[in-house]
């Protein structure tokens, strides 16, 4: 019994100190990042080139980008300079018809049976300490919702903050966590 609790502290103390030499930490987020020099972000205010939206919609967008990093990792936010920069604009809202439902009735027209609000963010992302990690794209989400039964002021702020958790969980995806 006691050689069998010896081996186990062994194998124990052999695994922690093989995660701990290693000099890149991971996170049960999955993330990547080596904060012996990834130690801060800066995220710049987003602007709202769509035309549409909410009026509140770039500060939302921001500041969910802003709270989705800190709970997601160790790194502190700073107003400027950051190791990891974000910066971008909201460049698309659109709420377009999916499918039509037909009306038997002559007198009214079809209507749509499903709408859809689609957004894309365009993101620059910097890396200081690791420039081929830098990056310029879209990231683009949408949701459905079923016009008959509800209208779109009704769901349109449940539908952004769908749409931005989805948009903000590629980005994260796509800048620190690599995969």
Do not use: H
């Amino acid at each position: 019994m006691k050689s069998t609790n010896k081996l186990n502290v062994l194998i124990c103390g052999l695994a922690l100190f093989l995660f701990q030499s290693c000099s890149v930490k991971y996170s049960f987020t999955g993330t990547n990042i080596d904060y012996d020099q990834v130690k801060t972000f800066t995220v710049e205010n987003f602007f709202n080139d769509s035309g549409g939206g909410p009026p509140n919609i770039e500060q939302q967008f921001t500041e969910a980008l802003k709270e989705y990093y800190q709970r997601n990792t160790q790194l502190e936010l700073v107003r400027s300079n950051g190791n990891l920069q974000f910066m971008g604009a909201i460049s698309r809202y659109t709420n377009t018809p999916q499918a039509a439902v037909s009306s038997n009735d002559p007198n009214r027209p079809d209507r749509a049976g499903t709408m859809r609000l689609t957004i894309v963010v365009e993101v620059e992302y910097i890396n200081t300490t690791n420039e081929e990690e830098n990056l310029k794209r879209p990231f683009t989400f949408f949701k459905d919702y079923d016009p008959r039964t509800t209208t779109f002021l009704d769901v349109e702020n449940e539908l952004v903050d769908e749409i931005f958790t989805s948009i903000i969980q590629d980005i994260f995806t796509a800048t620190v966590a690599n995969w």
